[in-house]
């Protein structure tokens, strides 16, 4: 015969902690979407259009664009000033709360309540210790528009979180491996390893 599940204080706290923990904090998470018409076999050239939501430090935007024209490169397209596409890219940046539990500890009996960053209960194992804080991330959302109907073709999105005190070789390099996993997927059909 079975027990009944009890919760405590404690466990449920350990429960919110737990479903609120970030998985794979720093990972991007990428997706993709094309319009199922499109005859991609015939995209040859672009030209990049930034927009008007940019980042407003002018060296990410260069890195962006820099990054955008590398991978392109590499699928055999190239910069033309008659292009069949444009390539816009756009970023934005939000500030998420984000709690991390360090897991569950032995407590001492001194009842319920919250207690210098730890829920307690009234004996045994506990919900541990906690932290909350803001994390930003941020989204590089990069449209394919054809350039001779305005509309569009193919988007790519990718979402991470970044560091306001990451060195130049840091946002290079993650700059660089964002694009890349955005244009992962294009043209569509296309599956890199």
Same mark, same amino acid.
């Given at each position: 015969m079975t027990q009944p599940l009890r919760l405590t204080h404690a466990t449920l706290a350990f429960a919110l902690a737990g479903a609120l923990l970030p998985s794979g904090l720093a990972a991007q998470k990428v997706s993709y979407d094309f319009n199922r018409a499109a005859n991609f076999a015939g995209v040859h050239t672009y030209a990049i259009r930034p927009s008007d939501k940019m980042s407003e430090n002018q060296l990410v935007n260069e890195r962006i664009t820099r990054a955008i024209a590398g991978t392109l490169a590499g699928r055999g397209m190239s910069a033309s000033s008659e292009p069949d596409v444009y390539v816009v890219p756009s970023i934005t940046?939000?500030?998420?709360?984000?709690?991390?539990?360090?897991?569950?500890? !032995? $407590?001492? +009996?001194? *009842?319920? =309540?919250?207690?210098?960053?730890? !829920? $307690?209960? +009234?004996? *045994?194992? =506990?919900?541990?210790s906690y932290e909350v804080r803001d994390v930003q991330y941020a989204t590089l959302t990069i449209e394919m528009i054809d350039a001779r109907t305005g509309s569009l073709l193919w988007r790519g999105q990718g979402v991470r979180s970044v560091d306001p005190q990451w060195k130049p070789e840091t946002v290079d390099r993650k700059v660089w491996k964002a694009v890349t996993k955005i244009f992962k997927n294009f043209p569509p059909g296309r599956h890199d390893d």
């Open positions: 940046t939000e500030t998420r709360r984000e709690v991390t539990s360090f897991g569950p500890g !032995w $407590y001492e +009996p001194f *009842g319920y =309540g919250y207690y210098s960053s730890r !829920w $307690y209960g +009234p004996w *045994g194992w =506990g919900a541990g």
